[in-house]
Nanobody
Framework: QVQLVESGGGLVQAGGSLRLSCAAS????????MGWFRQAPGKEREIVAA????????YYADFVKGRFTISRDRVKNTVFLQMNSLKPEDTAVYYC?????????????????WGQGTQVTVSS
């Protein structure tokens, strides 16, 4: 079983930055693909960024390209989402997810484990 715990969310002004963390339990974390998703009120959950197990392949949604960066620390079993130049439309609950097959995916149903989410609010 894998547990994912997100942290780092909060309230920030437009143009500001936040760094989300996702701490994972489990010995096989290093073999998992990881993704960050977000869900705004009244909207479906959508992919933000994803990384394969090796870190050599990453994906970013068009709306975050050049602003957000996904990374992982294998020693600390942690995945990060660095978010810069935040916009009010980035306001959402952000979730990290793990996929045991190791290949990154943009589809929510491909992921096996989910965190509880962390709220990000960007004020204008």
């Amino acid at each position: 079983q894998v547990q994912l715990v997100e942290s780092g969310g909060g309230l920030v002004q437009a143009g500001g930055s936040l760094r989300l963390s996702c701490a994972a339990s489990g010995r096989t974390f290093s073999t998992y693909a990881m993704g960050w998703f977000r869900q705004a009120p009244g909207k479906e959950r959508e992919i933000v960024a994803a990384m394969d197990w090796s870190g050599s392949s990453t994906y970013y949604a068009d709306f975050v390209k050049g602003r957000f960066t996904i990374s992982r620390d294998r020693v600390k079993n942690t995945v990060f989402l660095q978010m810069n130049s935040l916009k009010p439309e980035d306001t959402a609950v952000y979730y990290c997810a793990a996929r045991t097959t190791g290949r990154a995916s943009v589809r929510t149903y491909d992921y096996d484990y989910w965190g509880q989410g962390t709220q990000v609010t960007v004020s204008s």
